[in-house]
């Protein structure tokens, strides 16, 4: 198995044609042929499903696609890594829960593009578990999200303790304050939310069930109808007081088992380290990116 014949059963896959391979790769169809054949006995198995409308990947050629976008992913980045650069360009994605990247990141993220502006910085925003899953697959370079996690493909850096706090109207206080919420709204952000798992456990350790929850997709929304009245959730005090603007939200301790999170950077352990991920990583240790 060759690089090559790797990069022409790409092609193969993705038309699902190997007369339309040849004509995007220049080649004869023969040759695609032979070599598509050559490489399934060479991996002794059976990569494609042939039909009168082209071909059809087979499970085992499903598998192959994966490793072979990982190989080339493998290629470019040593490519990138090997070349000489006197500062760092490119793309960086990065993900984001919203509260980070509303309160801590915006003025870490501006002088690190003043910093470094020929990297092509991708920010995008979602919960934890998104993120998790974005970075295993690849999606992403690296991700802030909350903790603790353990998993053996991931490092995690903490960057910084957040504490929770349960935040309504404040026409609500005798309910809040007394944690009697049965009866109210509960009001959170996607699935997958670390805050909302939170929010779950401990309402569910104090045996509340409460009579609704209603999820929002942003965080703007979500506050504006928390000071509306319409519920409570919880949140990082950060994010309480960006929004202190809002005079009729206020906020609510919950026990300290509950109300600590840590915000964490993560990133694959087989990660082969680009330029703008290594400087990224590097400022945001150098600077401390704080909970204010």
Same mark, same amino acid.
């Given at each position: 198995m060759d690089i090559q014949s790797l990069r022409i059963f790409k092609a193969v896959a993705e038309y699902g044609s190997i007369s339309k391979a040849a004509k995007e790769l220049n080649y004869a169809q023969s040759n695609i042929t032979t070599r598509m054949q050559q490489l399934e006995n060479s991996l002794q198995t059976v990569l494609f499903y042939r039909h009168n409308k082209g071909v059809t990947l087979t499970a085992k050629g499903e598998v192959l696609v994966t490793y072979a976008n990982k190989i080339f992913r493998l290629l470019d980045e040593t490519k990138e890594v090997m070349k000489d650069q006197k500062e760092p360009q490119g793309p960086l994605g990065i993900g984001s829960m919203e509260t980070t990247a509303a309160v801590h990141l915006p003025r870490f993220l501006s002088r690190y593009h003043s910093a470094y502006p020929q990297v092509d910085l991708n920010l995008k925003t979602g919960p934890t578990s998104q993120h998790i899953e974005a970075v295993l697959n690849y999606e992403l370079d690296g991700?802030? @999200? !909350?903790?603790? $996690? !353990? %998993?053996?493909? +991931?490092?995690? =850096?903490? @960057?910084?303790? #957040? #504490? $929770?706090? +349960? @935040?309504?109207?404040? +026409?609500? &206080?005798? &309910?809040? =304050?007394? %944690? =009697?919420v049965d009866n109210l709204t509960l009001l959170v952000l996607h699935k997958g939310c670390f805050y909302r798992e939170k929010l779950k456990h401990w309402l569910h350790e104090e045996g509340v069930i409460p009579s609704k929850v209603m999820e929002f997709g942003s965080l703007d929304a979500l506050m504006g109808c928390i000071a509306a009245g319409l519920g409570v959730t919880l949140l990082p005090l950060s994010i309480v007081q960006r929004y202190s603007y809002l005079e009729e939200v206020t906020h609510y301790p919950i026990p300290e088992k509950f109300s600590l999170v840590d915000t964490l950077f993560i990133y694959r352990t087989d990660a082969t380290f680009s330029t703008p991920l290594i400087k990224f990583i590097e400022m945001f240790q150098e600077e401390r990116i704080s909970p204010l």
């Open positions: 991700a802030f @999200v !909350s903790g603790p $996690l !353990s %998993h053996p493909d +991931l490092i995690a =850096k903490k @960057v910084f303790t #957040e #504490e $929770l706090a +349960l @935040v309504g109207n404040s +026409l609500l &206080s005798q &309910s809040l =304050k007394s %944690h =009697k």
